[in-house]
């Protein structure tokens, strides 16, 4: 059969959440499944790095598509376009954008939808966009695949998409993530944080994330633990506008044991999270949460909310928070410098990691496809499905 995949946000060294879904995913079902030819449909010119196999055949459409105009010709025309010529049979778009110009059966990964519960955050001109072309995008797909059952019944409460139209693929963890020594983490520390502990955040700097009650709080901990040298790290690239973010930490009087990283990479950011004493992700809105997995099979604590998937994914090896209760944050902060507790959350957080890994992810992608598959009249069921 021939597949084609919506590939526009594998860019190289540029990989973010969907980007490495897409990346762990392609390169697992491209591989387990030579029967199929898959049709990878780039914006721009690709690397070969993301060429898996021998039955993939990149594609460059135009426009660039990075603007909501540039969405809908390219999706509805250039895309519309290719699927018809090319007797495609089933269209695969792991960022959840689909043609709404083609009746070829299509398959979204819809992540979240947090734009519908936190549209503050967004700006205008992709708020619209994305309210008025979510709901359709979802009707038009023959099936959805999510990453958590809170998203799973966030798409069905928020879209009226039948609950057996929606198949769960959680997210895995790239198995760079590992504990390091007591002398590797302090050799670490000496490099990143003068020797101190510290705690981290990993992801993007916008509003949803709330980092800024996550520095309101690290600014409580120390005022209540002036003894206690631990400093602040952020991990990551600002998303959208972050003013609130700039605003509090001028404010802070723990300013000077803040440091921003900006994004890092691989080795590094594998170092700098398994060095960590503890991972802070107390975020307003997830569907997944990555880093919450990174953290615990890097033998990591993890601080997190009680709100959306986090406490699916979290289980019952993470200390949880108000998003908006910057006490009970710096509590868990003071908490998990305990000994027994932080082995305790470590032990568990190990053990629940196992749970995440990216062949299942694959796995659970590819049964969703083959259902569409199953329903084509060509389809040939002889083929055996392979684990």
Request: hydrophobic share 40%.
């Amino acid at each position: 059969m021939k597949i084609a995949v919506n590939t526009r946000l594998l860019q190289k060294d540029k990989l973010e959440g969907i980007g490495w879904f897409s990346f762990e995913v392609l390169k697992r079902i491209t591989q387990q499944h030579p029967e199929h030819q898959f049709y990878f449909l780039f914006d721009r010119p690709f690397s070969s790095d993301f060429i898996f196999s021998e039955n993939i055949t990149p594609i460059v459409l135009f426009p660039q598509a990075r603007h909501p105009v540039l969405f809908k010709i390219w999706f509805n025309w250039s895309v519309a376009k290719f699927l018809k010529t090319n007797k495609i049979d089933v269209f695969f778009s792991p960022d959840g954008y689909l043609s709404l110009r083609t009746n070829i059966p299509q398959i979204a990964t819809i992540h979240d939808l947090n734009f519908e519960h936190f549209p503050e955050f967004f700006p205008k001109h992709i708020l619209r966009f994305y309210k008025k072309y979510f709901p359709l995008f979802a009707n038009v797909s023959q099936r959805i695949i999510t990453v958590s059952e809170f998203s799973k019944k966030d798409i069905h409460t928020c879209y009226n998409i039948p609950l057996n139209n929606i198949d769960v693929a959680y997210n895995g963890v790239n198995p760079i993530f590992s504990p390091l020594s007591d002398s590797e983490q302090q050799i670490v520390r000496n490099k990143i944080s003068d020797g101190n502990p510290y705690f981290v955040y990993i992801g993007s700097l916008n509003k949803r994330k709330n980092i800024a009650n996550m520095l309101r709080a690290f600014d409580l901990y120390k005022s209540n633990n002036p003894m206690y040298k631990h400093k602040f790290l952020i991990v990551g690239e600002a998303m959208f506008t972050h003013q609130d973010i700039d605003e509090i930490y001028l404010s802070m009087h723990y300013k000077n044991d803040v440091i921003f990283l900006g994004r890092l990479y691989d080795a590094d950011l594998k170092s700098i999270l398994s060095s960590a004493s503890a991972l802070l992700y107390v975020s307003y809105f997830e569907g997944f949460g990555i880093p919450i997995v990174e953290a615990m099979q890097s033998g990591v604590p993890v601080i997190t909310g009680t709100n959306s998937s986090m406490p699916e994914i979290g289980g019952n090896a993470a200390l949880y928070c108000e998003p908006n209760n910057i006490h009970q944050i710096a509590e868990a902060m003071n908490k998990v410098t305990n000994p027994k507790l932080r082995k305790e959350l470590i032990q568990k957080g190990l053990e629940r990691a196992k749970q995440f890994n990216w062949d299942n992810t694959a796995h659970r992608v590819w049964k969703s496809i083959e259902k569409v598959l199953n329903e084509l009249p060509d389809y040939n069921l002889d083929v055996p499905f392979q684990e």
